[in-house]
């Protein structure tokens, strides 16, 4: 069975200050990974993903995550955050023979200023 | 290009009555997927359709919910009758064909409150 971990659920962080989010998932075989994000009343907007190649990924908004098969792990990192990156992020899987996510249950990023 | 539309954006109903949600995914989008998130969790698939057609339709509480995407293009996801338990935002997304590689692209969902 697939799953995903996240393993923060609330992560507060000051302004300009480095941030990572962890994410680890399971899986008997190859996967695709994403990260989404989730600002308030809005719908998942997609940061980045991981389909092969590169392990390490940029996204959208300064964001990166690196993707390590060992670990199986897909942490999200940004070196320096802003006030608007407070949002909920999403880490999820998808089976590489299938199209369904599977989504972890999220991290909430709160950038004090 | 236009974003997946939802309505209504909000909803509350007492438990036992009906609701139904819309959605228009992007133009040209084959695959549609309706989630359910509730508070504190991640979405979780409840249907997705391939043009017309149901892929997968596994998580969808059959005897209360239903879906329909008659002519391939938009979609209706109705519960009847509501429990408390349903209250969540349900969010829409497509992709343009269904592919796991791809991206989905959200709408910004409908909060149902069951009372």
């Known amino acids: 069975a697939q799953s995903v971990t996240q393993l923060d659920s609330q992560v507060p962080v000051f302004e300009e200050a480095p941030v990572e989010l962890r994410c680890n998932y399971s899986s008997s075989v190859s996967v695709y990974l994403f990260w989404y994000v989730q600002y308030p009343n809005q719908g998942l907007q997609l940061l980045l993903k991981?389909?092969?190649?590169?392990?390490l990924v940029k996204g959208i908004n300064g964001f990166e995550a690196e993707f390590n098969k060992s670990q199986t792990s897909f942490h999200l990192r940004k070196p320096s955050v802003h006030i608007s990156d407070t949002a909920e992020y999403f880490c999820a899987v998808i089976l590489n023979t299938g199209n369904q996510f599977y989504f972890g249950t999220g991290t909430s990023l709160t950038v004090i200023p | 290009e236009a974003g997946v539309a939802q309505s209504p954006r909000y909803k509350i109903i007492e438990k036992r009555q009906s609701v139904a949600f819309w959605c228009n995914p992007i133009?040209?989008?084959?695959?549609l997927y309706w989630y359910q998130q509730i508070l504190g969790q991640g979405p979780k698939l409840l249907i997705q359709f391939q043009n017309n057609g149901v892929v997968d339709d596994s998580q969808l509480p059959k005897d209360r919910f239903s879906a329909e995407r008659l002519k391939g293009v938009d979609s209706t996801l109705k519960i009847q009758p509501a429990k408390l338990e349903d209250s969540a935002v349900y969010l829409c997304?497509?992709?343009?064909w269904g592919g796991g590689r791809e991206t989905q692209y959200f709408g910004p969902g409908t909060r149902l409150l069951v009372l």
């Open positions: 991981y389909l092969s190649g590169s392990t």
């Open positions: 997304a497509s992709s343009f």
């Open positions: 133009s040209g989008h084959a695959t």
